[in-house]
């Protein structure tokens, strides 16, 4: 009587399991978790993150199922999700939603929805006294911070099955399986490339003697946002502002020369991040502003369309690197040095 006991039990709990594991949508309260290994390698990004997020989305209706997060380490498996029963699009980046510098995360709840956007600035910096007819940009709307790097990696049809979900909690005491071996490691030894351009601008001056260090640029048209489920920029145009400094005298000469600067971007409107074959939908215009040596701090200001210019150089870390070398179109014209000036004198709060 006692076996027969034991043994109804031992049935009756197996029915249960597998009652339990038959696939519902998630929302209805379903309980039974595999237990996922997650592991990425960020080599190719050439980052090291502190923190990595996984996002796993049910494939049917897209909504956010799971958000698991973790820090960062060598090892190739690196943690372990409790995942439901059900399929999978995964979407693995580094460290956690708010935390990369100048990016936010948001649309997180859906897949179609999540995106990584340059954080607004509400405050970029006024050159005063400019020509007749340009408004004051400290009141523009459009204006974000420079985003630090992102990097990730998507995993579409990621199927845990019943079978996974009972092998993974009990592996232990079962004969190793080598299909749900496999089929339970897909998130394991994942690459995330970067969805964030390095962009390298040189820009040659003529009279760049008469001008205080550093410029000041206002750069319009590039993306605003990325999408993850698509892999492209959005088609939100933002405007970012930097400086540009590094003066280099040419060859010979006192007067004229060249400024540079390295700035992130999320890129053109529309690209897929690793595109060297972009078909700008909108112009890219950097406004240029320079603070001369004079006793009045006179402020020149070139507009100039660069969208021609700038070269898609395929990159090892996923992202093109952007590249753009221009001359000027006006020369900076001389005027008299207030006192010694050296012209490398102008600080970011004078703008």
């Known amino acids: ?60 209706n897209g909504k956010l199922a799971l958000e698991h997060r973790f820090e960062n380490n060598d090892d190739r498996i690196q943690t372990y999700a409790e995942v439901p029963a059900g399929i999978y699009t ?102 995330p490339e970067r969805k964030v351009h390095e962009f390298n601008i040189l820009i040659h001056v003529d009279g760049l003697k008469n001008a205080r260090m550093p410029a000041l640029v206002d750069m319009k048209g590039m993306a605003e946002s990325y999408g993850f489920d698509t892999d492209r920029s959005t088609l939100l145009a933002a405007i970012q502002q930097f400086t540009m400094n590094n003066r280099t005298y040419d060859a010979g000469s006192d007067q004229n020369g060249t400024i540079s600067a390295k700035i992130h971007t999320f890129g053109m409107l529309g690209e897929t991040p690793a595109s060297t074959d972009v078909q700008p939908v909108e112009p890219v215009i950097m406004d240029f502003f320079f603070m001369l040596v004079d006793a009045d701090k006179t402020i020149v200001h070139q507009q100039v369309d660069a969208t021609s210019l700038i070269r898609y150089v395929p990159g090892q870390h996923g992202a093109t690197t952007l590249e753009l070398e221009m001359k000027l179109p006006e020369a900076l014209h001389n005027v008299d040095p207030q006192g010694n000036d050296s012209g490398f004198d102008t600080e970011l709060a004078e703008w």
């Open 1 to 60: 009587m006692k076996r027969i006991t034991k043994y109804s039990l031992l049935l009756a709990g197996a029915w249960a399991l597998l009652a339990s594991c038959h696939r519902r949508p998630l929302e209805d309260g379903y309980v039974a978790k595999a237990r996922i290994p997650i592991g990425a390698v960020w080599t190719v990004a050439g980052i090291t993150p502190q923190n990595v997020t996984a996002l796993f989305y049910n494939q049917q």
């Open 90 to 191: 995964v979407v693995i980046f580094n460290e956690i939603r708010g935390q990369i510098r100048g990016i936010g995360i948001r649309g997180h709840e859906n897949l179609a929805t999540l995106e990584a956007y340059a954080i607004p600035n509400p405050n970029p910096s006024n050159a005063p006294n400019l020509k007749p007819g340009l408004t004051n940009r400290a009141n523009s709307a459009g204006y974000v911070y420079e985003p630090d790097m992102l990097a990730a990696v998507l995993v579409r049809d990621f199927d845990v099955s019943c079978e996974m979900v009972s092998y993974t909690q009990d592996s232990k005491e079962q004969v190793v399986n080598k299909a749900l071996e496999s089929a339970s490691e897909r998130l394991v030894g994942l690459i």
